[in-house]
């Protein structure tokens, strides 16, 4: 008796190994499945300017890394203390005005060489609402030392906590959506033409914003993406299940976190090997394996640190990763 779906998937050729350069940015489900590119050693970079849910708001930093245009003093603003950039996640937020324009514009260049070198980058697209700034200079109160122009009213990556009253919130639609994911793919074909694009939809439910606002916003997403990868010059961009495996083979709330919206650590083993299963090439499954039993072994708790049996241990685990470390070097433990 069959109790399930099952989304067909179908194995990709140009397959990811440990060769492979991925890039993963986007919505904290990239994250996710980043975490497991980490566990696992693959070469990867993840969300440079942390978690980005929207597609336009990532359009704008691939538009800033492919064609250098550097953080200015125009891009940042002083709240509570801390400077901040409506461009990027806060957890990039400084103390240090100079500093943080440093850090950014490192994590840019960084965005921008690895877009060139890399051989598979990962969209995950959150939401289709957005929240457009409308606020003026007048309403941050510790605003210093910036030329910001609120009249801009762009959409921003992150509100940074500030009051609604800034804001304008709306629904992108798909034609906005889809000319956004045109411009990624033809920014980044102008400067890495061998790039495979994966683009997805991240499972995690927008609650916040309405149940059916919600659907509506995930249909947009898979609207745009679908209408892209028809697109004849979209050779080199497919289409990742993540969240159909999430609402269709894995609709039970036991696959949910306990806020019910965010998929659990089961759950995003699943959806991983999955992803495996198309993306990740065969031969590299003997060296997961061994990868994966030195992190196990890495985060072996002993009775007893001082025992010979743990000292013994400790050495085969070092033989073992000194042999992973030679064949991979740039796998570090």
């Known amino acids: 008796m069959k109790l399930t779906t099952e989304i067909p998937l179908k194995a990709q050729e140009n397959k990811i190994d440990y060769a492979s350069q991925v890039v993963l940015l986007g919505s904290c489900f990239s994250e996710n499945i980043g975490a497991k590119?980490?566990?696992?050693?693959?070469?990867?970079?993840?969300n440079p300017f942390g978690i980005i849910f929207n597609p336009v708001a990532l359009e704008r930093l691939i538009v800033r890394a492919v064609d250098n245009i550097f953080f200015s003093e125009e891009d940042i603003f002083q709240h509570n203390g801390l400077w901040r950039c409506f461009e990027v996640h806060s957890e990039l937020s400084s103390l240090d005005k100079s500093e943080y324009l440093t850090n950014l514009n490192t994590s840019l260049k960084k965005l921008r060489e690895s877009l060139c070198s890399a051989t598979h980058i990962i969209f995950t697209f959150g939401t289709s609402w957005v929240y457009r700034y409308v606020g003026t200079s007048a309403t941050i109160s510790d605003r210093t030392a910036t030329s910001f122009d609120g009249s801009k009213s762009e959409i921003v990556a992150n509100c940074h906590k500030l009051a609604q009253k800034n804001f304008k919130k709306e629904l992108l639609s798909v034609e906005a959506i889809l000319n956004s994911i045109q411009n990624i793919s033809e920014k980044i074909n102008a400067v890495n033409k061998g790039a495979q694009l994966i683009f997805t939809v991240s499972p995690v439910r927008h609650i916040k914003d309405g149940f059916a606002e919600n659907s509506l916003s995930k249909a947009h997403l898979i609207s745009a993406i679908h209408q892209s990868l028809s697109l004849r010059e979209q050779t080199k961009s497919v289409y990742f299940p993540s969240f159909e495996i999430m609402v269709d083979e894995l609709r039970d709330y036991r696959f949910y976190a306990k806020d019910l919206l965010h998929p659990n650590t089961t759950a995003i083993e699943i959806i991983w090997q999955k992803f495996s299963a198309v993306w990740?090439?065969?031969?590299?499954?003997?060296?997961?394996?061994?990868?994966?039993?030195?992190?196990?072994?890495?985060?072996?708790k002993p009775f007893n640190p001082k025992s010979d049996e743990h000292l013994q241990f400790l050495k085969i685990l070092q033989q073992k990763i000194d042999a992973i470390e030679a064949r991979f070097p740039h796998i570090e433990f």
């Open 37 to 46: 590119f980490d566990f696992y050693k693959f070469q990867n970079l993840q």
């Open 280 to 300: 990740i090439a065969s031969k590299c499954a003997a060296t997961q394996k061994e990868i994966a039993a030195i992190q196990n072994g890495l985060n072996h």
